[in-house]
C-alpha cells in the first residue's frame, strides 16, 4: 500500500504488516530486511520499506506500573496520549514529550525524541531503564543503559531491530496545568539571550517569525513553562486539577488546494500570530493539551499542505555558531522568498550519545510545502548547516544526501560500521537509511 | 464506579475487544469470554491497568451448546451488558464443496450465538433488565454468490435479534442489531477494503456503546452501508442474479 511519513513526502508502495506477537514478528523479520513503524509520525521515510514495514500497532499493551518509582512497562506500540490519559490522573507525566502526543514508546526512543525541557533534562532516552529488543536470528534482548545494544538502538532509527518492550520512568506532577510566561523577543540577538536567562525554566520554545527581515528578523514568541503546583491555580482551574477537559478536536477534511498557504496567507498569519502573542505576553495558566501539543487539536493538519505534501528541516548548530548559523539560515530563507509557516526555534542542554540527534546548542526546525523551489533552498540550508558544524534530525527528513549526512556528523559513518560489523545491515533497513547509506 | 458488567463473548476478536475498552473506558467491570480464555491474559492487565477496572477471563465454545449454562453459572456476576461478537467467515469455496465447513460457519454465526444469547435473554428477562448486543453483518441483508453461507447464518442471526427484541420489548431488556460493513480487523486481513466503507474497530465501539445508552435498534455504524444496503435489498431478483458483486 502507499505510505508515507507525517509530510505525505515522499510517498512509497510499502509491503505493510502488523503482526500480533513475537511469533509473528520473528516470521515478517524472515521475509527479509525490514523496519519497525510506530505511528508514522516522523516526516519522512524514516519508518518507510518497500519491501517489509512492520507495523507495531498490535504491540499496545500496558504491562505494569509502579506507583512507587513511577516505572511505567509497556509494549513498545503503546501511543503516548493513552499514557498520559491513563496516568496523569494519578500524578504521572511523559518525562520528555514531542509536539504532538500521537507518537508510540518504540519511536519515542528510535528517535530519542527531545522535548522543551531537553536543556534541563535531556532526551527521552534518559528516562528509559531498559527495552527488549529483537534483533538478528528473531533473539529477544532485554539490554539498558551503558550497554551497545542501548546505547546504538536509543536514537538508532530502528536501524538496530525492533523494539516490543520498554520500561519507561514517568516524572510525578501535582496538575495537569502549566504556567505558562509568553516573551516576545524583537530581534534574533534577544530571542537568544532570553534562552540564555531562561536556563532554569523547565520548559522553553520559540515560535519564531521567519518570514520578517531586516532589522525584525528573528523576532519571536519565547514561551517558558512549569508544572503549577496545586494550591498555585485559579479556583476554576483548581477543580480541575488534572486540566481542562479534552478539546474536541476538528478535523483538516481534505486536501486544501496549494494556494491557500501562499506567501501572503503565512506573512499574514505569522504577524498576527506574533501579535497577537504581544499582547498575550504575561503569565497565565495553560492546560497540558494546548502547552504541548498545539496542533493535535486539528487532526490531519498534514493535508493543509496539500496533496503534494511537505518537508521539514531541522538541524542543531553548536552553541558557539548558533547566532552566525541561524542569522544564515533565515536570511537564506528569506531570499530564497520562501516561508515557513511553522517555525520553531530551541536551546538544547549537552548531550553525548552514539547517534542521537541533540547536541547542545540551537535548533531550528522549519516546515515547507513540497516543490521543486523549496526543495532546492534546503540544499542550501543544508550547505549552512554544515558550514557551521551543525547536525540534522532524521525524525524530520525526506530528502537528505547521504554525503551531507556524512559530512555533518561523523557519527553516521561509526553508525554504519557498527551496523555491517554485527550484521544488522542485512536485517534492518528503510527508505531512508537506503538513502542516506547508514 | 457503575457496577453494570459487560460480558464479551468473542472476547479474542478485534471488534469485541475494541467494545471491551470502551466500556472499560467507561467504568464498567468486563468479562471476556474466549476459546482458551487465559491466553488473554495481556489484554486483562493492560484493561486493568488504563482503566483501573477489574476485568475477569473465561472459557467460552459457542459451538458447544450444553457447556453454556455452566458457563453462566461461572460468571462472577450476572453481566448488565452482553455482546457477542463471535464470528466465523470460513470460505466460500470450501464451504460449496464440503458440507461440513458450511455447517461450522452457519453454526459458529447463528446457531451458536443464539443459543448463548436465548440463555441470556431468559436471565435478563427475569431480572428485569439488560442489554444484548449482538454483532451480525450487512452480509445478512442479502445473500450474494461470494459469501452467502456466512451471510444466510447471518440473515438468520438477524432475524433472530430481531424476534428478541420484539419479544422483550415490554421486559426492560433491550436487543441491540450491529450491522458492521467492512471492518478492518483479523477477520479480514490481507483484503484490499475500499476505505471509504471501512471503519475501525475503536471508532465501531463508540458508536455500539452509544447506540446501546440511546436504545437504538439496529445500526450500520457507517452511514453510507445504509445507503448501499437498502439500495442492494431493493434489486429486483431477476437482475440481482445476474449481477456480481
Ligand atoms: C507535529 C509533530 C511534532 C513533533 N515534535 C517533535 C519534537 O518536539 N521533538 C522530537 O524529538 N520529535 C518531534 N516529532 C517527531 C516524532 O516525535 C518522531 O518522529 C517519533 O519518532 C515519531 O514516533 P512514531 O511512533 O510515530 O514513529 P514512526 O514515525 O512510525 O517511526 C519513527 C522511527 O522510529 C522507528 N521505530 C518506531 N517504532 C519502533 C520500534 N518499536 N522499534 C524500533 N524502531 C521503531 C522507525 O523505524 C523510524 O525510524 C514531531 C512530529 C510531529 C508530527
Ligand atoms: N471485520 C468485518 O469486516 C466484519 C464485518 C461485519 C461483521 N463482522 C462480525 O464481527 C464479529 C467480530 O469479528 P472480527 O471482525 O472482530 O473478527 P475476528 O477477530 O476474527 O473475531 C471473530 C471471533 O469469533 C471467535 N470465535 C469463532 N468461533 C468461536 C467459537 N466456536 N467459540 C468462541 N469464539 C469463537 C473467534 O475466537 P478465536 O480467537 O478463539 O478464534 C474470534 O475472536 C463477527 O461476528 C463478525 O462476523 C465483522
Given at each position: 500500500?502507499?505510505?508515507?511519513?507525517?509530510?505525505?513526502?515522499?510517498?512509497?508502495?510499502?509491503?505493510?504488516?502488523?503482526?500480533?506477537?513475537?511469533?509473528?514478528?520473528?516470521?515478517?523479520?524472515?521475509?527479509?530486511?525490514?523496519?519497525?513503524?510506530?505511528?508514522?509520525?516522523?516526516?519522512?521515510?524514516?519508518?518507510?520499506?518497500?519491501?517489509?514495514?512492520?507495523?507495531?500497532?498490535?504491540?499496545?499493551?500496558?504491562?505494569?506500573?509502579?506507583?512507587?518509582?513511577?516505572?511505567?512497562?509497556?509494549?513498545?506500540?503503546?501511543?503516548?496520549?493513552?499514557?498520559?490519559?491513563?496516568?496523569?490522573?494519578?500524578?504521572?507525566?511523559?518525562?520528555?514529550?514531542?509536539?504532538?502526543?500521537?507518537?508510540?514508546?518504540?519511536?519515542?526512543?528510535?528517535?530519542?525524541?527531545?522535548?522543551?525541557?531537553?536543556?534541563?533534562?535531556?532526551?527521552?532516552?534518559?528516562?528509559?531503564?531498559?527495552?527488549?529488543?529483537?534483533?538478528?536470528?528473531?533473539?529477544?534482548?532485554?539490554?539498558?543503559?551503558?550497554?551497545?545494544?542501548?546505547?546504538?538502538?536509543?536514537?538508532?532509527?530502528?536501524?538496530?531491530?525492533?523494539?516490543?518492550?520498554?520500561?519507561?520512568?514517568?516524572?510525578?506532577?501535582?496538575?495537569?496545568?502549566?504556567?505558562?510566561?509568553?516573551?516576545?523577543?524583537?530581534?534574533?540577538?534577544?530571542?537568544?539571550?532570553?534562552?540564555?536567562?531562561?536556563?532554569?525554566?523547565?520548559?522553553?520554545?520559540?515560535?519564531?517569525?521567519?518570514?520578517?527581515?531586516?532589522?525584525?528578523?528573528?523576532?519571536?514568541?519565547?514561551?517558558?513553562?512549569?508544572?503549577?503546583?496545586?494550591?498555585?491555580?485559579?479556583?476554576?482551574?483548581?477543580?480541575?486539577?488534572?486540566?481542562?477537559?479534552?478539546?474536541?478536536?476538528?478535523?483538516?477534511?481534505?486536501?486544501?488546494?496549494?494556494?491557500?498557504?501562499?506567501?501572503?496567507?503565512?506573512?499574514?498569519?505569522?504577524?498576527?500570530?506574533?501579535?497577537?502573542?504581544?499582547?498575550?505576553?504575561?503569565?497565565?495558566?495553560?492546560?497540558?493539551?494546548?502547552?504541548?501539543?498545539?496542533?493535535?487539536?486539528?487532526?490531519?493538519?498534514?493535508?493543509?499542505?496539500?496533496?503534494?505534501?511537505?518537508?521539514?528541516?531541522?538541524?542543531?548548530?553548536?552553541?558557539?555558531?548558533?547566532?552566525?548559523?541561524?542569522?544564515?539560515?533565515?536570511?537564506?530563507?528569506?531570499?530564497?522568498?520562501?516561508?515557513?509557516?511553522?517555525?520553531?526555534?530551541?536551546?538544547?542542554?549537552?548531550?553525548?550519545?552514539?547517534?542521537?540527534?541533540?547536541?547542545?546548542?540551537?535548533?531550528?526546525?522549519?516546515?515547507?510545502?513540497?516543490?521543486?523551489?523549496?526543495?532546492?533552498?534546503?540544499?542550501?540550508?543544508?550547505?549552512?548547516?554544515?558550514?557551521?558544524?551543525?547536525?540534522?534530525?532524521?525524525?524530520?527528513?525526506?530528502?537528505?544526501?547521504?554525503?551531507?549526512?556524512?559530512?555533518?556528523?561523523?557519527?553516521?559513518?561509526?553508525?554504519?560500521?557498527?551496523?555491517?560489523?554485527?550484521?544488522?545491515?542485512?536485517?534492518?533497513?528503510?527508505?531512508?537509511?537506503?538513502?542516506?547509506?547508514? | 464506579?457503575?457496577?453494570?458488567?459487560?460480558?464479551?463473548?468473542?472476547?479474542?476478536?478485534?471488534?469485541?475487544?475494541?467494545?471491551?475498552?470502551?466500556?472499560?473506558?467507561?467504568?464498567?467491570?468486563?468479562?471476556?469470554?474466549?476459546?482458551?480464555?487465559?491466553?488473554?491474559?495481556?489484554?486483562?492487565?493492560?484493561?486493568?491497568?488504563?482503566?483501573?477496572?477489574?476485568?475477569?477471563?473465561?472459557?467460552?465454545?459457542?459451538?458447544?451448546?450444553?457447556?453454556?449454562?455452566?458457563?453462566?453459572?461461572?460468571?462472577?456476576?450476572?453481566?448488565?451488558?452482553?455482546?457477542?461478537?463471535?464470528?466465523?467467515?470460513?470460505?466460500?469455496?470450501?464451504?460449496?464443496?464440503?458440507?461440513?465447513?458450511?455447517?461450522?460457519?452457519?453454526?459458529?454465526?447463528?446457531?451458536?450465538?443464539?443459543?448463548?444469547?436465548?440463555?441470556?435473554?431468559?436471565?435478563?428477562?427475569?431480572?428485569?433488565?439488560?442489554?444484548?448486543?449482538?454483532?451480525?453483518?450487512?452480509?445478512?441483508?442479502?445473500?450474494?454468490?461470494?459469501?452467502?453461507?456466512?451471510?444466510?447464518?447471518?440473515?438468520?442471526?438477524?432475524?433472530?435479534?430481531?424476534?428478541?427484541?420484539?419479544?422483550l420489548a415490554g421486559r426492560g431488556v433491550h436487543v441491540l442489531t450491529v450491522l458492521p460493513g467492512f471492518v478492518a480487523t483479523r477477520m479480514t486481513e490481507g483484503l484490499d477494503l475500499p476505505e471509504k466503507l471501512t471503519t475501525d474497530p475503536e471508532t465501531l465501539a463508540v458508536a455500539v456503546a452509544r447506540a446501546a445508552e440511546k436504545r437504538r435498534n439496529v445500526i450500520y455504524v457507517k452511514g453510507v452501508w445504509a445507503v448501499v444496503m437498502l439500495v442492494i435489498r431493493n434489486i429486483p431478483e431477476a437482475i440481482f442474479k445476474k449481477l456480481s458483486i
Amino acid at each position: 500500500m502507499k505510505l508515507s511519513g507525517w509530510g505525505r513526502y515522499p510517498v512509497a508502495d510499502c509491503r505493510l504488516s502488523a503482526p500480533r506477537d513475537a511469533v509473528e514478528l520473528r516470521a515478517c523479520l524472515d521475509a527479509g530486511p525490514g523496519i519497525a513503524r510506530g505511528n508514522g509520525r516522523a516526516y519522512g521515510d524514516s519508518a518507510m520499506n518497500p519491501s517489509n514495514t512492520i507495523s507495531m500497532r498490535h504491540f499496545n499493551h500496558m504491562i505494569a506500573f509502579d506507583p512507587e518509582t513511577g516505572q511505567l512497562i509497556t509494549e513498545a506500540g503503546v501511543i503516548l496520549g493513552d499514557v498520559i490519559r491513563t496516568f496523569l490522573p494519578r500524578g504521572w507525566f511523559p518525562p520528555v514529550t514531542p509536539g504532538t502526543k500521537f507518537v508510540t514508546i518504540g519511536g519515542m526512543i528510535a528517535a530519542d525524541v527531545h522535548g522543551k525541557n531537553h536543556h534541563c533534562d535531556g532526551s527521552f532516552g534518559n528516562f528509559v531503564d531498559w527495552i527488549e529488543v529483537i534483533g538478528p536470528g528473531g533473539e529477544i534482548r532485554r539490554t539498558g543503559p551503558g550497554e551497545a545494544l542501548f546505547e546504538w538502538t536509543v536514537g538508532g532509527m530502528g536501524l538496530t531491530g525492533v523494539i516490543i518492550r520498554a520500561a519507561v520512568r514517568l516524572t510525578a506532577v501535582e496538575t495537569g496545568w502549566i504556567r505558562q510566561r509568553i516573551l516576545p523577543a524583537p530581534t534574533l540577538a534577544a530571542t537568544m539571550d532570553t534562552f540564555e536567562t531562561a536556563q532554569d525554566a523547565t520548559y522553553s520554545v520559540a515560535w519564531i517569525d521567519c518570514l520578517s527581515t531586516g532589522a525584525r528578523q528573528g523576532r519571536s514568541l519565547v514561551m517558558l513553562g512549569e508544572h503549577a503546583a496545586l494550591d498555585e491555580l485559579p479556583p476554576r482551574a483548581a477543580r480541575r486539577p488534572h486540566g481542562p477537559p479534552a478539546r474536541r478536536a476538528r478535523t483538516v477534511p481534505a486536501d486544501l488546494p496549494g494556494f491557500v498557504l501562499n506567501r501572503a496567507a503565512m506573512r499574514a498569519f505569522n504577524a498576527l500570530y506574533y501579535r497577537n502573542g504581544c499582547r498575550k505576553a504575561g503569565t497565565v495558566h495553560v492546560g497540558w493539551d494546548p502547552f504541548f501539543y498545539p496542533l493535535d487539536s486539528v487532526l490531519g493538519w498534514n493535508r493543509i499542505y496539500g496533496r503534494r505534501g511537505f518537508v521539514q528541516f531541522q538541524c542543531v548548530l553548536p552553541l558557539a555558531e548558533s547566532y552566525a548559523g541561524l542569522s544564515s539560515l533565515l536570511d537564506a530563507v528569506a531570499a530564497a522568498g520562501q516561508g515557513a509557516f511553522l517555525s520553531v526555534l530551541k536551546r538544547f542542554g549537552a548531550q553525548e550519545s552514539r547517534f542521537s540527534f541533540p547536541m547542545e546548542g540551537y535548533t531550528l526546525a522549519l516546515d515547507f510545502p513540497v516543490s521543486r523551489r523549496s526543495l532546492a533552498m534546503m540544499e542550501r540550508l543544508d550547505e549552512i548547516t554544515v558550514a557551521h558544524g551543525g547536525r540534522f534530525y532524521l525524525a524530520k527528513d525526506g530528502r537528505l544526501k547521504p554525503n551531507t549526512l556524512h559530512s555533518a556528523d561523523p557519527r553516521a559513518a561509526a553508525f554504519r560500521a557498527m551496523r555491517q560489523d554485527t550484521g544488522l545491515v542485512r536485517e534492518f533497513s528503510s527508505r531512508q537509511s537506503e538513502r542516506v547509506q547508514i | 464506579m457503575t457496577d453494570q458488567p459487560v460480558l464479551i463473548l468473542g472476547g479474542r476478536s478485534d471488534i469485541g475487544l475494541a467494545i471491551a475498552h470502551r466500556y472499560a473506558d467507561l467504568g464498567h467491570t468486563v468479562q471476556l469470554a474466549a476459546r482458551n480464555a487465559q491466553s488473554l491474559s495481556q489484554e486483562k492487565t493492560d484493561m486493568e491497568l488504563r482503566y483501573g477496572v477489574t476485568v475477569s477471563l473465561h472459557d467460552f465454545d459457542v459451538l458447544a451448546p450444553d457447556t453454556h449454562e455452566a458457563f453462566l453459572d461461572g460468571l462472577p456476576a450476572l453481566p448488565q451488558i452482553a455482546v457477542c461478537a463471535v464470528g466465523y467467515m470460513g470460505d466460500q469455496a470450501e464451504s460449496q464443496r464440503d458440507p461440513a465447513a458450511a455447517t461450522l460457519v452457519m453454526r459458529s454465526n447463528f446457531e451458536g450465538p443464539a443459543n448463548i444469547l436465548a440463555l441470556l435473554a431468559n436471565l435478563f428477562e427475569a431480572r428485569g433488565s439488560g442489554t444484548l448486543i449482538g454483532i451480525s453483518s450487512v452480509a445478512g441483508d442479502r445473500g450474494r454468490a461470494t459469501n452467502y453461507v456466512y451471510g444466510a447464518a447471518k440473515a438468520g442471526f438477524t432475524a433472530f435479534l430481531s424476534g428478541l427484541r420484539n419479544r422483550l420489548a415490554g421486559r426492560g431488556v433491550h436487543v441491540l442489531t450491529v450491522l458492521p460493513g467492512f471492518v478492518a480487523t483479523r477477520m479480514t486481513e490481507g483484503l484490499d477494503l475500499p476505505e471509504k466503507l471501512t471503519t475501525d474497530p475503536e471508532t465501531l465501539a463508540v458508536a455500539v456503546a452509544r447506540a446501546a445508552e440511546k436504545r437504538r435498534n439496529v445500526i450500520y455504524v457507517k452511514g453510507v452501508w445504509a445507503v448501499v444496503m437498502l439500495v442492494i435489498r431493493n434489486i429486483p431478483e431477476a437482475i440481482f442474479k445476474k449481477l456480481s458483486i
